[in-house]
């Protein structure tokens, strides 16, 4: 606890004294004091923080004016006898006001957390969110205040605020606007001018996009120019445009004119490329190339080609006019059933742009073959090139599809981090007209990885650049329809699919998943027709990749489940047996397959048919369930089903639909009380936890020795390997974490090998892990969105500035030892919010080959985590099962502290 927040917990005392103090000598009453407005700064003729409080006496209106100076001058402090008589009435709130509007967030924090909860109080604790770096957190907390008041001024203003954090400044103008609406002194008039002035920005910034497009094409033809000076603004766009003008040139003369240009952008990015193209073509036959030149305007137009297109690209290959052919290719969309040829035409140009606009077709290519690995190393060499020799317009293209691609390797959390570098260099180059795709995609990817508030504000504002675009309102109203479904908002969801329909056109896959959804909850007259409308054109050859139609597929066939039970399940039996002929990395396949498989058990579930449903359990599993004192659990919006074969060999099950919020991370209470005590006679219990409650604490309680049970890969059995123990420790964080030093690991037991200091980078312990039979690391743990969607272990920094150690390079890897792994690091049980199979570290150290992963979900206190770990991995070697020897020294630690962090502690095997 840092020195502030120890005086802001200990000031009531000093407080209270102040006011008896007062009483005793005399001094001005506290209503006195009150009146004179110091409190909350009243007398100041601006205001220091910019959001607003939502305590309402410290909401009164001043200019906000930005301190200029590297010491601003501290505010007044707070006067004590008005903080003693708010704590004295018990008034936390206030007094946490009191330090936000002085810009004492830790003093504020401190308070907050004792004013208990109201849309007020989460308001403030936004405000403080934001202060702290974190929108998207202050973005959720606003987001339920104004579910509940959508006129809460403050959090109105506040998500202004949010969604500047956010560079969202169409919604940071709309949420102006809303507060101007309500016409409070003062704030309306701050609210309506900030809103207008981004208003004027966005306006402004999309009619000189539009501007400069319009100009592009008489450029090109030759009927028009464009001023040297745009290449400052524009200059990826403006080599776009040089290039086709090259090509649709008629004469010599004409390229002359266009080396000003040329030689402008070769200045701006360096290289000779643009006039190496210029000279190129001066230096061609113009009889000939003029009339092709003349053919390439209707390529440049989208027009239809006078001979049609095979012929006119044949014509270009017998002139060998390589420059003209390399543009036909990328804008009739013909590269990659040509990629050969125009790898060997890139190849001659030496032009870093068509290197790069090369990758991409490569990686394109790769991705229609299902080489999704080979797709990202394209993408990733080519970023390299980027950094070297950045090329915003190109680059930015580049970034986002990498970014889908890790959204299809359902790796959103590095796809989330690419769609936001691509943002930003599409903001480098003022590019306005294409951002609002690249928002959809990031508002996808955070959709993806469980950020509702955040989905919803990429999405929307998307939307709020283009309200007329119809591919744009669908895309967004069918993902807020998700987003909406997933938090069990059925009637917000079915809103949202509703709007969909004033577009003409099909229902994307999303849509098709809350179509299925909405099947049970909240259905339509015309969604049967609507269904098979769309499933029949999906269905053409051609139209989706086997993966992905998969997946609707399953969704068409939850669909028909809800109204023919015997043809969904066989719709859904066709799914996975297709599913299964796919290969293992196709993503998609694996989601139709676990998709599948959870309606089919749910159906059984509600049925009463318990036996069918376990057994469907260990049928996904690839193999039988234990016989005795298993418990199987698996949840689907607002319904659960639990089974439990007790220590007899007795089953009992429970199905319920009645869940209305969705789950939180632990899982305490979900296992009914009457299942628990059927397996109380058990030694122990394995637990068949689909996702997402696989990795959740509190299935069963702490008294119950139980462990997660996971399917391990199929290997070839390996011989036994000595016993090897390897102990990372004493890691040199990076100090951008500011995480604290653990505590010293002290000498290692005879045969072990100690990691720790520069050694325990990610690379080295990696490859000490290969051969270990037992697996301890003592680091830290971070949840990190941007690094990785599970829990990451923090390593010393390798000399490139690699520290993470993630579960995808783990799961990567092979244990031959099939070592026992304890990662007595916080949170490294944390599992990512997927649906359709567990994504974790200790869940990637049993895919790697561990035989047992011991892990927490929660911070683990430095000073007893050696000893709690040390005792339970005694009784292992002794031999007493992981779940016994957990349980056991987890009810010896909790007789001392009931609600201490052991009851966290997960055993997977």
């Known amino acids: 606890m840092n020195r502030w927040m120890r005086w802001s917990l200990g000031v009531g005392g000093l407080l209270a004294g102040m006011v008896a103090l007062a009483l005793v000598l005399g001094l001005p009453s506290p209503r006195g004091e009150a009146r004179t407005g110091a409190l909350w700064l ?3 003729p601006t205001r220091r923080i910019e959001a607003r409080v939502s305590y309402a006496a410290a909401d009164g209106y001043r200019p906000y004016e930005t301190l200029r100076s590297e010491r601003p001058a501290p505010p007044p402090p707070a006067p004590l006898q008005e903080l003693a008589r708010l704590e004295e009435a018990g008034d936390a709130h206030g007094i946490a006001a009191a330090y936000l509007l002085r810009g004492a967030s830790e003093r504020a924090a401190a308070w907050l957390e004792r004013a208990g909860a109201s849309p007020d109080v989460d308001s403030d604790r936004a405000v403080l969110a934001l202060g702290r770096g974190q929108p998207t957190e202050a973005l959720a907390l606003l987001e339920r205040v104004l579910r509940q008041h959508p006129r809460h001024a403050r959090a109105l203003w506040n998500r202004a605020l949010v969604m500047r954090a956010l560079d969202l400044p169409a919604l940071e103008a709309e949420s102006f606007e809303a507060v101007a609406a309500l016409g409070e002194p003062g704030w309306a008039d701050e609210a309506r ?6 208003r004027t920005q966005l306006r402004t910034a999309q009619e000189r996009w ?13 009927t028009g120019s464009l001023p040297l000076e745009y290449v400052r603004q524009w200059p990826g766009f403006l080599r776009l445009c040089l290039y086709d003008a090259i090509r649709a040139a008629p004469t010599a003369e004409r390229l002359e004119a266009l080396w000003p240009m040329a030689e402008t952008l070769d200045t701006h990015f360096g290289g000779t490329g643009m006039r190496d193209a210029l000279r190129w073509a001066e230096a061609r036959d113009f009889r000939q190339r003029a009339p092709l030149a003349a053919l390439y305007v209707h390529v440049f137009r989208k027009q239809p080609i006078p001979g049609g297109l095979p012929a006119y690209l044949a014509r270009l290959r017998r002139a060998g006019e390589q420059d003209i052919l390399m543009g036909t290719l990328v804008l009739t969309r013909a590269v990659l059933e040509n990629l050969e040829e125009y790898r060997e035409l890139v190849a001659r140009t030496k032009d870093p742009w068509f290197l790069l606009l090369e990758d991409d077709e490569r990686a394109r290519s790769a991705i229609d073959k299902g080489a999704l690995q080979e797709a990202e190393r394209v993408l990733l060499a080519a970023l390299e090139r980027c950094a070297a020799q950045p090329m915003y317009y190109r680059c930015a293209l580049l970034e986002k599809q990498l970014a889908h691609l890790y959204r299809e390797m359902h790796r959103p959390a590095e796809g989330f981090h690419h769609a936001l570098e691509a943002r930003r260099q599409l903001q480098a180059e003022n590019a306005a007209g294409p951002e609002p795709w690249f928002l959809l995609e990031l508002g996808q990817l955070a959709r993806f990885r469980d950020q509702p508030s955040l989905a919803r504000a990429y ?11 119809c591919q744009v309102q669908q895309f967004v109203h069918a993902n807020n329809a998700a987003i909406f479904h997933g938090e069990l908002a059925f009637s917000e969801a079915r809103r949202e699919l509703d709007l969909v329909r004033k577009c003409p056109g099909l229902l994307a896959s999303v849509g098709i998943q809350v179509l299925a959804d909405l099947a049970r909850q909240r259905p339509a007259p015309g969604d049967a027709a609507w269904l098979a409308e769309t499933m029949e054109a999906l269905r053409r050859p051609g139209a989706m ?12 066939a939850r669909f028909t489940l809800e109204r023919d039970r015997a043809a969904g399940e066989a719709l859904l039996r066709r799914v996975i047996s297709e599913a299964a002929r796919l290969p293992k990395w196709n993503a998609d396949a694996r989601k139709a397959k676990a998709y599948a498989y959870t309606a089919l058990l749910l159906a059984a579930g509600r049925a009463g048919e318990h036996e069918a449903a376990l057994a469907l359990f260990g049928e996904e599993l690839g193999g039988a369930l234990p016989s005795r004192c298993v418990l199987g659990v698996t949840v689907d919006d607002e319904r659960t089903l639990v089974l439990a074969r007790g220590p007899e060999g007795g089953l009992l099950g429970r199905y319920d639909a009645s869940r209305t919020s969705p789950l939180g991370r632990e899982a305490q209470g979900l296992v ?6 059927a397996l109380r006679g058990c030694e122990r219990v394995a637990v068949v936890a689909r996702p997402p409650l696989h990795g959740r604490a509190g299935l069963l309680p702490p008294d119950v020795a139980w462990s997660f049970f996971t399917p391990k890969p199929e290997r070839s059995r390996a011989p036994a390997l000595p016993t ?22 002290g000498k290692a037991p005879a045969g072990s090998l100690l990691l720790s200091g520069a050694q325990a980078t990610p690379g080295r312990v990696l490859e000490e892990m290969a051969r270990a039979t037992e697996i301890e ?3 830290h743990g971070v949840i990190n969105l941007a690094v990785s969607d599970a829990s990451f272990l923090v390593l010393s920094p390798e000399p490139g500035g690699r520290y993470a150690l993630t579960a995808n390079e783990v799961g990567e890897r092979r244990l031959e030892g099939a070592p026992l792994v304890i990662l007595a690091a916080c949170r490294a049980a944390h599992t990512a919010p997927t649906l359709h199979e567990p994504f974790s570290l200790p869940g990637a150290f049993i895919q790697a080959g561990a035989r047992t992963v011991l892990a927490a979900t929660v911070d683990i206190p430095d000073t007893e985590a050696g000893a709690f770990f040390d005792a339970v991995r005694e009784r292992i070697r002794s031999g007493q099962p992981a779940a016994n020897a957990l349980r056991d020294v987890r009810v010896r630690w909790l007789q001392d502290n009931p609600s201490s962090w052991v009851r966290s502690v997960l055993v997977f095997d």
Do not use: K, M, Y
Request: hydrophobic share 45%.
């Open 42 to 44: 009243a007398g100041s």
């Open 193 to 198: 001018a900030r809103a207008q002035a981004l």
């Open 210 to 222: 539009q501007r400069l497009r319009d100009e592009c094409d008489p450029f090109v033809v030759g």
């Open 459 to 469: 999405l929307n504002e998307a939307l709020a650049r283009v309200p007329e675009d």
């Open 545 to 556: 990749e086997p993966g992905a139609l998969l997946v609707v597929s399953q969704h068409e």
């Open 672 to 677: 009914p009380e009457d299942v628990v005590a």
């Open 724 to 745: 090897r123990h390897l102990v990372i420790a004493d890691v040199q964080a990076p100090p951008q974490f500011q995480l604290p030093q653990l505590g010293t690991w």
């Open 777 to 779: 690391a003592h680091v």
